[in-house]
C-alpha cells in the first residue's frame, strides 16, 4: 500500500428526464397559454439546470423545469428540452400544434362582437 493521499475519480452519471408536458401532438388554439413542464432527476445528485428550445427558430422558451408560452404562432412548433448536470445533458424532443381558427363546441367560427354590432345596427335602420 502507498502511503499519502489517493486520488478517487467518480465517473458521472447523467440526468435522467422522466416526464415531459405537453404530450406529443397535443393541439391548442392561437391565444392559449401552453404549459411545459418537465421532471428530471440526476443520479449522483447534481443541481440540474433546464432549456426549452425550439432549434428551428433559434429561440430559448425558458430556462426552468416550468416554462408558460403564449402567442406562439399558428402551426406545428418543435421544441427540444436540454436537461444538464453541469457535465452531461440529455434531450428531449416534444412537438405541439397550434390553430389559428378559435370554434365553438358546434364546429361553427366564432363570430366577433364588431359583426354583432354591425348586423343590430342594420337591423336597427332597416326596421326604423
Partial sequence: MTAGPQIVSAENNPPVITSVLPE????YQWGDVI??????????GDNLTYVWREPSEGIEHGHSAVVDLSFMHPG????RLEVSDG????????????D???EEESGSP?????????????I???VV
Avoid at 404549459?35 to 449522483?44: F, K, M, R
Avoid at 406545428?76 to 421544441?79: A, D, E, I, T, Y
Wanted: proline content about 2%; overall charge negative; charged content about 15%.
Fill in 110 to 122: 366564432i363570430v366577433s362582437w364588431e359583426v354583432l354590432i354591425i348586423a343590430l345596427i342594420m
Fill in 35 to 44: 404549459g411545459l413542464q418537465a421532471e428530471a432527476h440526476d443520479p449522483d
Fill in 76 to 79: 406545428k412548433h418543435f421544441l
Fill in 100 to 102: 389559428d381558427v378559435e
Fill in 87 to 98: 457535465n452531461d445533458t440529455v434531450y428531449w424532443n416534444l412537438n405541439f400544434i397550434v
Fill in 124 to 126: 336597427i335602420v332597416v
Fill in 24 to 27: 406529443n401532438g397535443t393541439v
